[in-house]
């Protein structure tokens, strides 16, 4: 075999050397791709959970915002705060899901309900003062999203405190102690 035949032959053996790098690089970018997909899915799921898991474990945030779902006013200005966080939580959390909407499908029904969820808080006299004094917070997107469901009440889903009735206030949960 003459030099010349070497040559053609190791540049032959070396298009396919290419060409299975390539192929092997194509499909540990899609398995890498599926990876950080179901990652992301997870994390939108695990970001709304963590919010009502830390409300759970802080009976008086439970109540501030028990009081300020109800009347926004009845809260003193740090109790407000408090609420705030929280709702404010809610609303970012979800302008980060809807983000994620058009990579992740399979999420769309649990971010409806999301939505739906922050929708049910702002059907609450108390939500909807809050939401109106810091809505410019928010980025457009959202405020958009927002703003198109409460134009249409027959796609708002119910208030917080007729569906969930540990929302209501009774008289003794205003008073302090």
Known sequence: MSLGELGALGEFLGFFAVLATLIYLSLQT???KEVATSQAARNVVSDFQSLWEALGEDPEKTRLIRIGVNDWNDLARNEQM???VFFTNLI???SGALEQEERLPE???F???WE??????LQCGGGRTWYESCEYLFVDTVRTRIAERLSDPDSLPPAWTETMPWWRIEQADAVDG
């Open 30 to 32: 899609r398995q890498a």
């Open 82 to 84: 408090i609420a705030h």
């Open 92 to 94: 970012v959390h979800l």
């Open 107 to 109: 999420l769309s029904s």
């Open 111 to 113: 971010i409806r309900r």
């Open 116 to 121: 739906d969820n922050v929708l049910g808080l």
